[in-house]
Nanobody, 126 residues
Framework: QVQLVESGGEYVQTGGSLRLSCAASGRTFSSYPMGWFRQAPGKEREFVAALTWNGGAAYYSERVMGRFTISRDSAVNTLYLQMNSLKPEDTANYYC???????????????????WGQGTLVTVSE
């Protein structure tokens, strides 16, 4: 069982940067593939970025590639999402998610993830 708590969302101007954090409970954090998803008002949840359990590969949606960076620090059981060059269309609730340990399938699908945080709101001004 994994519990996830996101933080770092706030109001920011276009072109600004934010770093989201996701604190995970449990002693086996390093064995979980992790991801970030987002959901804007009135829209479906969409994939943002994911990291394999061993950190060997990172995946990004085309909409954020080159602007966002996902990373993890297993020493403090925390997942990060560095977001640069933010745009108004990045406005959404951002959710951290964990797949089952050592999962090796596609990480761009929300149904690959078993554990979800409550979300943190990012608002980017026009």
């Amino acid at each position: 069982q994994v519990q996830l708590v996101e933080s770092g969302g706030e109001y920011v101007q276009t072109g600004g940067s934010l770093r989201l954090s996701c604190a995970a409970s449990g002693r086996t954090f390093s064995s979980y593939p992790m991801g970030w998803f987002r959901q804007a008002p009135g829209k479906e949840r969409e994939f943002v970025a994911a990291l394999t359990w061993n950190g060997g590969a990172a995946y990004y949606s085309e909409r954020v590639m080159g602007r966002f960076t996902i990373s993890r620090d297993s020493a403090v059981n925390t997942l990060y999402l560095q977001m640069n060059s933010l745009k108004p269309e990045d406005t959404a609730n951002y959710y951290c998610a964990a797949a089952r340990p050592f999962y090796g399938g596609s990480l761009s699908r929300s149904d690959a993830f078993e554990y979800w945080g409550q979300g943190t709101l990012v608002t980017v001004s026009e």
